[in-house]
């Protein structure tokens, strides 16, 4: 029988060091004594700083999207727009970590880190790549609702204390609203 990976184990362990230190104490060595492993092992499956990262956001967007199938209940081949944006404010307004806001951020510096994201969100909304002046009335309602949803990852970036789950209960309520307008 195979051993399971190590990666999951290290992908982990290099979230934690970013929660708990930030992300300028990601490295190798950390990482490697957060997972109890040695730096040759972790080398064996992330050769570098850049590679350990990159499968960070690789695992990070598999999660989104796990979640979008979730809060959409099912894949984006079977879903309209309307369904796939609902389940991507329901999906985005859950309660995001520090650490996946942090690397999020970093990502947009980085087009290899970036890449994961952008591959699930044009599987989701292939209709993405429309100019804004060609959108339908829906397709810009939907334009709408997923920028409200990624401006409260911004929004709650910059606060002092996080949204509740109330709070959050609200934005989700009344970014939907925008969906269901005649």
């Known amino acids: 029988m195979a051993r399971p990976s ?81 389940g991507y404010v329901r999906a985005a307004l859950r309660a995001p ?11 947009a510096n980085e087009p290899e880190w970036m890449e994961p994201w952008l591959r699930v969100y044009r599987r989701w909304f292939p209709e993405g790549e429309q100019p804004v002046e060609e959108l339908d009335e829906v397709a810009l309602r939907c334009l709408v609702a997923r920028m409200a949803a990624d401006g409260a990852w911004g929004y709650e970036s910059t606060l002092a204390a996080p949204l509740t789950q109330e709070g959050r209960r609200r934005l989700v309520t009344r970014i939907l609203d925008v969906l269901d307008q005649p």
Do not use: C, N, Q, W
Request: hydrophobic fraction near 40%; proline fraction near 3%.
């Open 6 to 86: 190590a990666r999951p184990k290290l992908i982990e362990a290099a979230l934690r060091v970013v929660e708990e230190r930030g992300i300028t104490a990601l490295t190798l060595d950390a990482v490697a004594d957060e997972a109890g492993m040695t730096k040759r092992g972790l080398i064996y499956h992330f050769p570098s700083k850049h590679d350990l990262i990159t499968g960070i956001h690789e695992d990070l967007a598999a999660r989104i999207e796990r979640e979008l199938v979730e809060a959409t209940g099912g894949e984006p081949e079977e879903a309209s727009l309307v369904e796939r944006t609902k």
């Open 97 to 107: 970590t520090t650490v996946e806001m942090r690397l999020i951020m970093e990502a």
